[in-house]
């Protein structure tokens, strides 16, 4: 199991903060003054719904339907994660479709030029990913294997002390 980024729900409050934080780790400047709106592509999208916000992001799936149906591909694990490597990437779209979280996003970046766009955890950040250090609310969290088999082994002895 890989590592991802779960979002609860009860504690978002809709700031977009993680998208914020999230396009500004992957710019070459890391200056959040420099974010133009044509730039402003996140890899983590905050979905509201009325009275509910909550941001939708890569689960870093194990089978990773993105990467499978991928014609050239692009897509492919990487240590701990789905990473797309955007010299392949032809902007088929094709991930999206596949992907059941609604996590990819194909973008024009210049000129006719595309990128498929997801979660890749901040790879090239030592602090992990920029969307959890900055919620303020703390609704995000990078969950690793161990950390989900002590939640899931502690829903079951709940349900057994029913």
């Given at each position: 199991?890989?590592?991802?980024?779960?979002?609860?729900?009860?504690?978002?409050?809709?700031?977009?903060?993680?998208?914020?934080?999230?396009?500004?780790?992957?710019?070459?400047?890391?200056?959040?003054?420099e974010?133009?709106?044509?730039?402003?592509?996140?890899?983590?999208?905050?979905?509201?719904?009325?009275?509910?916000?909550?941001?939708?992001?890569?689960?870093?799936?194990?089978?990773?339907?993105?990467?499978?149906?991928?014609?050239?591909?692009?897509?492919?694990?990487?240590?701990d994660?789905?990473?797309?490597?955007?010299?392949?990437c032809?902007?088929?779209?094709?991930?999206?479709v596949?992907?059941?979280?609604?996590?990819?996003?194909?973008?024009?970046?210049?000129?006719?030029?595309?990128?498929?766009?997801?979660?890749?955890?901040?790879?090239?950040?030592?602090?992990?990913?920029?969307?959890?250090?900055?919620?303020?609310?703390?609704?995000?969290?990078?969950?690793?294997?161990?950390?989900?088999?002590?939640?899931?082994?502690?829903?079951?002895?709940?349900?057994?002390?029913?």
């Amino acid at each position: 199991m890989n590592r991802f980024i779960v979002a609860e729900a009860n504690k978002c409050i809709g700031c977009r903060t993680c998208e914020v934080a999230c396009v500004v780790s992957h710019q070459a400047s890391q200056d959040c003054s420099e974010v133009s709106p044509e730039a402003f592509q996140p890899r983590i999208r905050v979905v509201k719904t009325g009275m509910l916000s909550t941001a939708a992001v890569c689960r870093q799936c194990e089978d990773a339907p993105c990467g499978a149906v991928c014609p050239t591909q692009a897509i492919s694990r990487r240590n701990d994660f789905v990473f797309v490597d955007q010299a392949r990437c032809i902007g088929c779209k094709t991930c999206m479709v596949a992907c059941p979280y609604g996590a990819m996003e194909v973008v024009t970046v210049a000129a006719h030029q595309v990128q498929a766009l997801k979660c890749d955890l901040c790879w090239h950040r030592d602090a992990g990913p920029a969307c959890v250090e900055a919620c303020p609310t703390s609704a995000l969290r990078c969950m690793d294997p161990q950390q989900l088999e002590q939640i899931s082994a502690e829903k079951r002895r709940r349900a057994a002390a029913w």
